[in-house]
């Protein structure tokens, strides 16, 4: 056994005896960028490390301190000033000719039949949620959009089969684009029901998944029970919203004042609901993408 250092490349050579005169030698290399490293040099690299982890943590944590602080500021702002004026020239017009033209059952049809209809028109049923929550509150209100919205997924579902083939070719012009929606027609049932769910909770366009879904050979249940869980948090904030216009609307009708710890409880359901949407919806869209680089993966091994 030799050891020969050439050219900062340091190499061991083991020979065995053998009847053959020849020698088999085993030759370990050691690269030249790391011939130069000693073990002082490795500890304040990885020193180096640690300390960039931390300043990441700490300015990461500043960030959401900052957001959080922002949006008490902005909320404290709507209620003081913007809020007030609203209601007083908006609102309460509307909630006004609201409870003058139509009757509770009347209303509760035009909820459900806004947000069953307008996905299939690519229109917004935002409002139509929050009015379902300032009229019939968690209950009947979140029953009310969760029918709606089974009726208003499955329609674009449907019509988009009978342009398949032209959303295919579609999909197929802009792969890298598609590559996260085709993600949601791969696997077996779970699979799909949970990709479904991650691109309703992602900032994806909801109203073009609607119509692409079918061309990405997802099946219709998954579609459906992922899509229902997926929107959870969105209704449940357009719900909160309706309840919270509608209980300013009433104390300035009244002209009265929330009390204080109402106040404060409003404000900080607000922010909670606020913040607790944002953090879903990060981890979605985080895993969402693991998953897109999975797949992208495996179409180049393909």
Wanted: proline share 5%; charged share 15%; with cysteine.
């Amino acid at each position: 056994m030799t050891l020969e250092n050439n050219a900062g490349i340091t190499r061991l050579k083991v020979g065995f005896e053998l009847e053959d005169p020849k020698h088999d030698y085993v030759i370990m290399t050691t690269p030249e960028g790391l011939a130069g490293l000693s073990p002082s040099s490795s500890s304040s690299s990885s020193s180096s490390g640690e300390c960039i982890s931390i300043w990441w943590s700490f300015w990461w944590w500043g960030k959401l301190v900052f957001l959080v602080i922002f949006l008490v500021v902005l909320a404290f702002c709507f209620f003081v000033w913007i809020g007030p004026y609203l209601m007083d020239e908006e609102v309460i017009p509307i909630l006004n000719w609201e409870i003058e033209a139509f009757s509770k059952p009347v209303l509760a049809v035009l909820i459900f039949s806004s947000v069953a209809i307008f996905p299939s028109l690519c229109i917004p049923s935002t409002p139509s949620m929050w009015v379902a929550g300032m009229t019939f509150g968690y209950g009947l209100g979140f029953l009310l959009i969760i029918c709606g919205v089974s009726i208003g997924v499955s329609l674009p579902y449907f019509i988009g089969s009978l342009f398949y083939h032209k959303i295919q070719w579609w999909l197929d012009r802009y792969p890298k684009k598609a590559s996260i929606l085709r993600l949601a027609g791969e696997g077996d049932l779970y699979d799909q029901f949970r990709a479904v769910m991650l691109l309703r909770i992602s900032p994806f366009p909801y109203i073009i998944y609607n119509y692409c879904a079918v061309a990405t050979d997802v099946k219709f249940v998954p579609y459906l029970f992922g899509t229902l869980v997926g929107i959870l948090p969105e209704v449940f904030i357009a719900i909160y919203t309706g309840i919270m216009i509608r209980t300013l609307a009433d104390a300035s009708k009244d002209q009265r004042s929330l009390a204080p710890l109402q106040i404060v409880l409003t404000v900080c359901g607000f922010i909670l609901t606020i913040v607790t949407t944002i953090i879903v919806t990060v981890c979605a869209k985080k895993r969402l993408k693991e998953l897109q680089t999975v797949e992208e993966e495996l179409l180049l091994l393909r």
